[in-house]
């Protein structure tokens, strides 16, 4: 399988992830199947967002709540590893839920993508830039 997004989007997270050398930066993507359409940045609400990522509550129920009201769904979110690779971590996969959410990943200049196929298991999906 694969994720689609454009190549504008994809390059403005990688910059987001790149102006934070010393959090993880993260956020909510929004589509359909397979589709990446628009992000929306979030607070790093984590207690050490230098070595994790937890999305701002608050901003992931109003987004949940849009999407029910006719909004785009939530179909994943982003988050980056400032000193590591865009391969999911212990503890992301500690936080996999096996909902098929999609993870974005950003680490050393560049992202990939991971679907949440099963409780603490990711499968790579191809990213198909437009």
Request: proline fraction near 5%; include cysteine; glycine fraction near 10%.
């Amino acid at each position: 399988m694969s994720v689609t997004i454009s190549s504008e989007l994809l390059q403005r997270l990688v910059a987001e992830a790149a102006a934070s050398p010393d959090a993880e930066v993260c956020g909510l993507l929004f589509g359909a199947a397979g589709r990446i359409e628009a992000t929306a940045a979030c607070a790093n609400v984590a207690a050490n967002p230098a070595r994790t990522f937890e999305i701002d509550p608050a901003a992931l129920f109003a987004a949940h709540r849009h999407a029910r009201s006719g909004g785009m769904a939530v179909i994943g979110h982003y988050h980056s590893h400032p000193s590591g690779l865009p391969v999911p971590s212990p503890r992301d996969a500690a936080q996999a839920m096996g909902d098929g959410a999609v993870w974005l990943i950003i680490g050393a200049g560049r992202a990939r993508a991971w679907r949440s196929v099963d409780v603490g298991a990711f499968v790579e999906e191809a990213i198909d830039c437009t």
